[in-house]
């Protein structure tokens, strides 16, 4: 599996704040999605989202449907998290804020 790794900023903007402020944050700019599934639980919507190239999905919550990002580019602010499912542990990137490219 390939490492993630945080990507310095060019200019100050809301994800260097944030970057700053938390340690365990990091952000990825210009990632291409290669796939998008949005499934209801309870009264959101989770979004997972899996990046060319590297074998972590990366979660996201909304209120509402958003369309398809397949195939686009996105700059990312996320921490690494890890998720029980039927025993194993499983690394997740939940997402706290995500923005087209």
Known sequence: MPSIIKKTLSN???AQKLIKKHD???HSEHMK???HVQRECDDWIVNTLILDNIDV???Y?????YKSLQGQR???TYY???????GFD????????????
Do not use: C, G
């Open 33 to 35: 999605v290669s796939s």
């Open 24 to 26: 365990k944050l990091v």
């Open 80 to 86: 690494p998290e890890t998720e029980v499912v039927a």
């Open 61 to 65: 919550k909304r209120k509402k449907l």
């Open 90 to 101: 499983i690394e997740v990137m939940s997402i706290v804020r995500i923005k087209i490219s």
């Open 74 to 76: 996105v700059n990312l």
């Open 57 to 59: 999905p990366f979660k």
């Open 12 to 14: 100050k903007n809301s």
